[in-house]
């Protein structure tokens, strides 16, 4: 299992979501993941997860996108076409 951290990013500065809105930092509790899908690139748990966290309802989250890797962390932009807002998600590999 992995920590998730999810960071609210939803400036066109911190990453190009939407350039009208202010930053806004939540923080959030770990989230358990399998690991093995998302170092195959295989975003499809982090999308589902933000959205059960913060989608409401609907589907809103459904786009991924890998910002960057190390050995111990992966940053993962898990994006909304609705809003036009996204999240900065960080997995733990440790």
């Known amino acids: 299992m992995v920590k998730v951290v999810l960071l609210v990013c939803v400036t066109v500065a911190?990453?190009?979501?939407?350039?009208?809105?202010?930053?806004v930092i939540?923080?959030?509790s770990p989230i358990a993941i399998d690991t093995s899908k998302?170092?195959?690139k295989d975003y499809s748990e982090l999308i589902r997860e933000v959205n059960s966290a913060y989608g409401g309802a609907k589907e809103e989250f459904d786009t991924a996108t890998l910002l960057s890797e190390s050995s111990n962390y992966i940053?993962?932009?898990?994006?909304?076409?609705?809003?036009?807002?996204?999240?900065?998600v960080t997995v733990d590999l440790r």
């Open 14 to 23: 911190v990453i190009s979501c939407s350039s009208t809105r202010e930053t």
């Open 38 to 40: 998302v170092v195959q």
């Open 75 to 88: 940053y993962v932009r898990v994006g909304s076409s609705l809003r036009g807002s996204c999240y900065k």
């Open 26 to 28: 939540q923080s959030f």
